[in-house]
């Protein structure tokens, strides 16, 4: 069936380095791969996106790539500063009005 | 900016009871969803409903779950015999389509806790 995977599950990075997080997905139909920032407690909040007829978009300190042959897609997050702690998800979907199969998170923590 | 609103913001339960989520999608918006949270865990996906009809659901959405779009305005999320294991957080999402980008915006979400 349709599966998300997220890697990793937590990650701690020291306030000004990059955070990585990679994911894969399943469903080779999938064609729409937002990525949501969640607070605790708030809901998901859609901080970039792509689609596959994309390799790359970059959005400040924000980067998401995608290998669709691979099935692999990744969000790069630079110069983190405290507000960037959260919960990330990626998640994918066959079109941005289908179902969003989420990933399973992970727990950003940036350290001063 | 508009977005999504939910009501209420926590509702606690007893097991069997009947609950409604309330959901107000923004208003040009075509494409309404219900999503769950348990605790800790990943964002589930349930129902999906365009054009007065659902269009799609999940395994999660069983005879104990509907939907309605009452009005113009809002879209609710109707458990009929609630169970333990229902408890999470709800969300609403809604998006344009047909034409705009499809995004799926978020509600606030209801914290539903069934005792």
């Known amino acids: 069936g349709e599966n998300v995977e997220q890697h990793p599950s937590t990650l701690s990075v020291q306030e000004g380095d990059s955070a990585v997080i990679k994911c894969t997905y399943s469903?080779?139909?999938?064609?729409?791969f937002p990525w949501y920032k969640q607070e605790l407690g708030k809901r998901p909040q859609l901080i970039i996106d792509?689609?596959?007829?994309?390799g790359e978009k970059k959005d400040q300190r924000i980067a998401v790539t995608l290998n669709k042959t691979a099935k692999h897609f990744s969000l790069h997050i630079t110069e983190t500063q405290p507000e960037d702690s959260a919960v990330y998800f990626c998640?994918?979907?066959?079109?941005?009005?289908?179902?969003?199969?989420f990933g399973s998170g992970t727990r950003l923590s940036i350290r001063p | 900016e508009p977005e999504v609103t939910q009501t209420p913001s926590h509702q606690v339960t007893q097991m069997g009871q009947e609950v409604i989520l309330r959901c107000v999608p923004i208003?040009?918006?075509?494409?309404f969803y219900w999503y769950r949270q348990i605790l800790g865990q990943k964002v589930e996906f349930l129902v999906s409903?365009?054009?007065?009809?659902?269009?799609?659901k999940s395994e999660i959405f069983d005879d104990q779950f509907s939907v309605e779009r009452p009005d113009g305005s809002n879209f609710t999320l109707k458990i009929r015999s609630t169970k333990l294991e229902d408890s999470a957080m709800y969300f609403c999402?809604?998006?344009?389509?047909?034409?705009?980008?499809?995004?799926?915006?978020f509600g606030p979400g209801t914290r539903l806790l069934v005792l």
């Open positions: 998640a994918a979907s066959k079109s941005s009005a289908s179902k969003i199969i």
């Open positions: 409903f365009y054009n007065n009809e659902i269009s799609e």
């Open positions: 792509i689609r596959s007829n994309v």
């Open positions: 999402a809604s998006s344009e389509m047909l034409g705009g980008a499809g995004t799926q915006y």
């Open positions: 469903d080779s139909a999938s064609n729409y």
């Open positions: 208003s040009n918006h075509l494409y």
